[in-house]
């Protein structure tokens, strides 16, 4: 493979604070089993236009620029998605688009389609690959949507996602021919649509201490249908995990959002993260005089899947907890 993680493309040419991460419906066609969100036919739950534009309203006058559109398969919803990206570019916006390529279904229909959203104001789209999305979606759809966003002058990145099919996984980098290509590979979120196959990716995934952890930019505001306002696109379909952390900013449904995005601009912690992506909280903690030593100590030998359930893990613990508070400054926007 050509690059793991490039610290260069569309999710890095645009700051972290800049961000809303938008699952617009839990609603797909397929039912992937490693799934973050667990989105499937059976889930109906989604975003109305209306709601989405008046969060992406109050975000710009809040700072936002950059629209990560997701799901669930938004395309389920073309017109809808259309409307958002439209008022999106409206507003400034750089606007992204998650999608399986499920619409893909011959050169000329994905040339349809991505002409008509970049018309709409979509600038980027990352299709997802992978032996759990073929399952749902032919590999030459994915293939499709590729050539029509290199032929429309579309910026395009793949979200790879390694299985434990070995056999497939070879079929999609040769078939794609991956070796060329500059690509985003997933991590393993440890939510999905199968318990089985998320106990096979376990054992397949290695779990890092932190002086090793991998940043892949995922601290940013983030929406679902649900109403809830996460501050990563590690969100999943409860964000159980995130309550009572800093991620985990309020539900839009029973408090204004505006009141949210002040919260979030107010949170010594997120903007320390949006501006230091590990492992600078760990380096901090690690050699701070007065929790220094129990933070290795704690902490130093601990493996996770990805930074952001280190973070949880960091959160959670009272005294360290503690201490981040007393070390961030507060925000100037809050004082």
Known sequence: MAQYYPKTGVCYDHAERSKI???????????????????????????????????LR????????????????????????????????????????????????TPDRARGVVADLKAAGVQAIFPSASAYHLKYVPLERVMNARAACQELDVAYELNYFYSAETETDARIQREMDLENEVFFFDGLQTTGNSEETMGELKKLYTMRVPDDIDDCFSVHLGVNPHGHVVSTCNMNYTNAKFRDTPFFLGNFYEQPFEDILRAERESAVLQFLYDNPHPALHTMLREDDEVGEYYRQTFSERRYYSVIDYYIDVFRDERTMSRIDQLLPKPLASL
Do not use: Q
């Open 58 to 105: 109050l975000g710009a006058e809040h700072g936002k620029s950059f629209l990560d559109l997701s799901g669930g398969e938004a395309m389920l919803h073309p017109k809808e998605v259309m409307e958002v990206a439209s008022a999106a570019r409206d507003l400034g916006y750089y606007v992204c688009l998650n999608t399986n390529a499920y619409w893909a279904r």
């Open 21 to 55: 991460y938008m699952i617009y419906t839990f609603s797909c066609n397929a039912a992937c089993d490693h799934c973050l969100v667990e989105s499937s036919p059976k889930r109906r739950a989604k975003l109305d236009p209306a709601t989405a534009k008046e969060i």
